[in-house]
């Protein structure tokens, strides 16, 4: 008779060379294979599988064995605070991208009861849009993609929150579908070199989200050129970046916006990760 401790046991040794939450991993695969929770999983430990439960689990870590990220073989991903639907449609959320969020909170914040106006640009799942929404009750949010199954997701992602009323899709390249200037442009952006990621991001994840061309700033270039005319006069723009970027980052915001404050804020780890202009109020 195989227990949840067994077929557990067995995973984890399976999953340690690939998976540094090795342990973590095939509880929380077990726990989908059975539809409990994980809690639930660590605490009966000597239930019996079935023959099928157990199939399907080694299907499962069959695919973690090759680096297929947890939370596309589950689905879903928590965010700051929120469960998200997740598929090979669009990057994972990071718990890093957490920084951005909560100095957007910060910025937004600024408008006291005031209506706000924000931009989510590269939306993805729409973790950060969403997570916006959630904690600023006064804001209406657009979210721009390239990518038609990204936006899918979102959208599945936005009904589940009830969100539709306040955060507008657009399928586009960058700042192009707006309609207009906003307060906020915030972005996660593709930024990394590609042969440099980790092996399974670089399998499992979606290039389009990754791909930031040979040093990781041409979408930086791009979209801090075009930032200006989508402004308002005192909007800012927040970019996540990696960690070596900030310098580069810093230096396109100076000379798109000579007049704004910019500054750079570090991750939990102590590393860049987010990269902020703020306009001052002058005429232009
Ligand atoms: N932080 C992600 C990674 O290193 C990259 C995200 C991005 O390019 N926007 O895998």
Redesign the pocket.
């Known amino acids: 008779m195989v227990t949840i401790q067994h077929a557990l046991r067995a995973a984890t040794a399976q999953l340690r060379a690939v998976s540094e939450t090795a342990r973590l991993d095939a509880e929380l695969l077990l726990a989908h294979t059975l539809g409990w929770s994980r809690a639930k999983v660590v605490a009966e430990r000597d239930h019996p599988l079935t023959p099928e439960q157990q199939a399907r689990f080694a299907a499962l870590v069959a695919r973690r064995a090759e680096r297929e990220p947890v939370a596309y073989l589950i689905g879903r991903r928590e965010f700051f605070g929120l469960e998200l639907q997740v598929d090979r449609r669009v990057?994972i959320p990071?718990p890093?991208t957490e920084v951005l969020v909560e100095l957007a909170i910060a910025e937004a914040r600024r408008y006291g009861d005031a209506p706000i106006t924000i931009a989510d640009i590269g939306v993805g799942s729409g973790a950060i849009a969403i997570a916006l929404a959630m904690h600023l009750p006064r804001a209406t949010l657009y979210g721009v993609d390239l990518s038609a199954g990204a936006l899918e997701v979102a959208a599945a992602n936005i009904a589940r929150y009830h969100l539709q009323d306040r955060i507008t899709l657009l399928e586009g390249d960058l700042l192009a579908p707006l309609p207009g200037p906003v307060d906020l442009i915030v972005s996660?952006?593709?930024?990394?070199i590609l042969n440099e990621?980790?092996e399974g991001?670089y399998r499992h994840?979606p290039h389009l989200?990754?791909d930031?061309g040979p040093d990781g700033l041409d979408c930086y270039r791009r979209l801090i050129a075009a930032a200006p005319a989508y402004l308002t006069p005192k909007g800012a723009i927040l970019l996540?970046i990696?960690a070596w970027q900030a310098a580069a980052v810093v230096h396109l915001l100076h000379l798109a916006l000579p007049q704004a404050e910019v500054g750079v804020q570090q991750d939990l780890a102590g590393r860049d990760r987010v990269v902020w202009a703020r306009n001052l109020d002058v005429i232009r």
């Open positions: 990057l990071r890093e996660n952006p593709p930024y990394t990621i980790d991001v994840e989200a990754l930031g996540e990696g």
